[in-house]
């Protein structure tokens, strides 16, 4: 972008610059003194005139008059702040003294001119305002872009929505130098709804707050529009805090909106400007992108498990015995897991896991699935395949590969004599572990053609009994912490 010597840009987009004094002839010479450069020159007689004007219009500089006949040029100065923080305020004065000169640098103006001035002064002062107000929206703008690239980056390679939610709102927050970041979510059977928040609390305070971002992004999504809340008239106050300037972003994808992205100012008393709303559409549609990959994924994993159960049904079909075998095995290892304190990524693979542990099966004869006495030492053999053979029907699917563990390992033995693999203690994969727990269970409390299924009390004695020996004696000592608590009581009316 090119500037000339008195600093207006060329070939970019013109200032306008609203010109303050209660003397109509000062107004008019500097009217004249800027006609000729790349200025939107407005013009107002007095302070109310000026307060219309910067309240309807866009400024981006402003030349006044120090003393006007209803107000004062810092009236003019702090008007303008407020609806437009990045605008650059300039004052005159016909009776310069050090304490005024002081007073208006510190209030936040420019610069200061002094009666009568020459017409170079005035370009060369307007120049250097409108130069700093590009290079300051530059700097903006290329840090939004280093931010925005930051997150993009992240999103190849992040599959939480929670993480990636979580950098918008640390982005929000450092980029727009805001105290809370909040991103709400909109639902066609609760409504509105609180996602994920930075900076909010739990006392009054902040409960208004949140109130306030929710009733913001109610009006942001009725209008579809995005909002700046300026105005000090709705400010909320809660004994020195105060809600300063607020920001509220609609985020959509195929049409539909899916919340909202707001960032408030509770310290920082410098209120938002509408270029930095412009930034902070941009960082909402990176959440509504996130937000609809996640659904997209979700979705997937959706179809995914359907799959799975229904492949676990395949098995289970062939053998009337162990009908709801596998969904009992899950329900009894997620009752251990959370006596582990297993995370909710956990969790969710064990689900998948303990549904395909016995896939395998599907490779074993129903002369021997289904036979009602003790395997021949041949089939006994055969059977013990299945782990093998289950491992190798998922392991070249991505989305399956954390049943891998679950599938292979959960026949193995704490003392070393299981199988496929004969492991033994900790080098027995923990999914491995925990299963064999929850599949011994099921297998003792279940019927089978050749004898009746026993008490869960008995089952939870049989574990402990041979802890230490078949089984890991952590997971054995989960399972009687859940039994003790009534967590495995529900399988077992």
């Given at each position: ?17 609203l010109v303050v004094d209660d003397e109509p002839n000062v107004v008019a010479v500097v009217q004249e003194m800027l006609s000729s450069e790349n200025y939107n020159i407005i013009t107002a007689y007095s302070l109310a005139e000026a307060k219309s004007i910067i309240r309807r219009q866009n400024i981006n500089l402003v030349l006044t008059d120090l ?65 700093k107000i590009r290079l300051e929206q530059e700097n903006i703008k290329l840090r939004e872009l280093m931010s925005f690239y930051q997150i993009s980056e992240a999103m190849g390679s992040i599959i939480e929505l929670d993480q990636l939610l979580n950098l918008i709102l640390k982005t929000a927050i450092k980029e727009y130098e805001s105290d809370v ?313």
């Open positions: 972008m090119v500037t000339d010597l008195a600093g207006s840009t060329r070939l970019g987009r013109m200032n306008n610059v003393l006007l006949g209803d107000g004062s040029g810092i009236d003019v100065l702090q008007e303008a702040h407020q609806f437009h923080p990045d605008s650059q305020v300039i004052l005159m004065t016909g009776r310069p003294t050090i304490q005024n000169a002081v007073e208006v640098i510190k209030r936040g103006a420019y610069d200061y001119l002094v009666k009568p001035f020459a017409l170079e002064t005035v370009k060369m002062t307007l120049g250097r305002a409108a130069e970041a909040a991103i709400f979510y909109t639902d066609e059977e609760i409504g509105l709804y609180l996602k994920s928040s930075i900076g909010l609390g739990d006392d009054e305070f902040y409960r208004m707050l949140t109130d306030h971002c929710y009733e913001i992004s109610l009006q942001s999504i009725s209008s579809s529009s995005a909002l700046v809340i300026n105005d000090p008239d709705i400010d909320f106050t809660w004994w020195e805090r105060s809600i300063k300037s607020t920001m509220c972003q609609p985020f959509q994808a195929k049409g539909k909106i899916l919340g909202t992205l707001v960032v408030v100012r509770t310290q920082n008393t410098h209120p938002f400007s509408h270029g930095q709303l412009a930034g902070l559409s941009l960082l909402s549609s990176k959440a509504a992108t996130a937000v609809e990959n996640s659904n997209l994924y979700e979705d997937l994993k959706k179809t995914y498990i359907a799959t799975v159960e229904a492949l676990a049904n395949a098995v289970e079909a062939r053998d009337s015995y162990t009908r709801g075998h596998t969904e009992r095995v899950y329900l009894l290892a997620c009752a251990i897991a959370e006596e582990l304190e297993w995370s909710k990524k956990q969790l969710g693979d064990l689900k998948i896991g303990a549904l395909l542990h016995d896939i395998g099966k599907i490779g074993v004869p129903d002369s021997i699935l289904n036979k009602p006495g003790p395997l021949t030492p041949e089939e006994a053999e055969i059977m013990k395949n299945h782990p093998t053979t289950g491992a190798k029907m998922v392991e070249s699917i991505e989305f399956l590969r954390p049943a891998l563990p679950y599938i292979l390992y959960h026949h193995e033995r704490h003392d070393g004599t299981g199988y496929p693999l004969g492991l033994a203690g900790e080098s027995i994969p923990l999914p491995g572990r925990l299963l064999a727990v929850g599949d011994t269970m099921d297998a003792i409390t279940s019927d089978r053609p050749y004898r009746k299924g026993r008490a869960l009390e008995l089952a939870v004695e049989e574990i402990m009994r041979n802890s230490g020996t078949q089984f890991n004696p952590v997971v054995a000592d989960a399972c009687l912490s859940a039994y003790n608590k009534g967590k495995l009581n529900f399988l077992f009316p």
